[in-house]
């Protein structure tokens, strides 16, 4: 039994990871560890994450789905391909070497930084793109998916460079496609999860509703500041993801 002082202190967390989350990425940084230091298991810490996740991506997705950022014709093989790559990880994750995985994802993370740092400022324009939609929704959204089903830290920012770098798309619709990717390859994760038993239901729904309203919050400031805080926000999260699985390797 969860105690209440617990499980509000994890809707709280939950609620800044959400608003952080829908804007740059990397609100497992904060829910993740909230939940091992609560006592939970490694793997029910794991799968109870991934449902306020997945919570969060779905309300910031809806929300620019609501504005028009996400249109369908889009959105649907972005949103198949990532949650087949979703599943596939979650389904293969104990099947495949995690720990050489885990000795690369730091220095992925601050080459990003390092590419958000020297690139040039952001903004809502859109550029051409360096790969067809179809290749890019079957092969990047795909593997981007399966990663965050094996290990998750960083999917966003990865998506996020994705989208901007390879379809040339603008800051608010490259937030937009990357929440809907998001939803969709937790939902694939979540839904292996949910039939292995592992999630802690009453702290995930609470967590949720956090999630929820954070991303609300976060996505509405995005659509508002999005040129101006998601370069810095995203170099922060990356370095900062990047630092504590170093210090993870470490310790």
Not at 121 to 146: C, D, Q, R, Y
Not at 202 to 225: P, T
Request: charge should be positive.
């Amino acid at each position: 039994m969860v105690d209440t002082f617990t499980i509000i202190s994890l809707a709280g967390v939950a609620t800044l990871a959400g608003f952080i989350d829908a804007i740059a990425g990397g609100g497992g940084l904060l829910t993740l560890p909230a939940l091992l230091l609560s006592g939970f298991a490694p793997v029910e810490a794991l799968a109870t994450n991934k449902m306020q996740g997945t919570a969060g991506s779905s309300s910031a997705a809806i929300t620019f789905m609501a504005k028009g950022y996400i249109k369908f014709k889009q959105g649907l093989p972005i949103a198949l391909f990532a949650y087949t790559g979703g599943l596939l990880g979650a389904l293969l994750v104990s099947q495949l070497p995690k720990e050489k995985l885990q000795l690369a994802i730091p220095f992925l993370l601050v080459a990003v930084a390092v590419y958000l740092f020297f690139s040039p400022k952001m903004s809502n324009e859109e550029k051409k793109a360096k790969l067809p939609f179809f290749t890019f929704a079957a092969v990047i959204v795909s593997f981007i998916g399966f990663y965050d089903g094996i290990l998750g830290p960083g999917t966003g920012s990865f998506y996020m460079i994705a989208f901007i770098s390879l379809l040339g798309y603008g800051v608010i619709k490259a937030i937009s496609y990357t929440k809907l990717a998001n939803m969709f390859c937790n939902l694939g994760a979540l839904s292996i999860f949910a039939f292995q038993g592992h999630i802690i239901l009453s702290v995930a729904i609470v967590m949720a509703v956090g999630a929820l309203i954070g991303a609300q919050l976060g996505s509405r400031f995005a659509i508002k500041y999005g040129t101006a805080i998601v370069k810095p926000m995203l170099i922060i999260m990356s370095l900062s993801m990047a630092a504590k699985l170093i210090w993870q390797q470490l310790a």
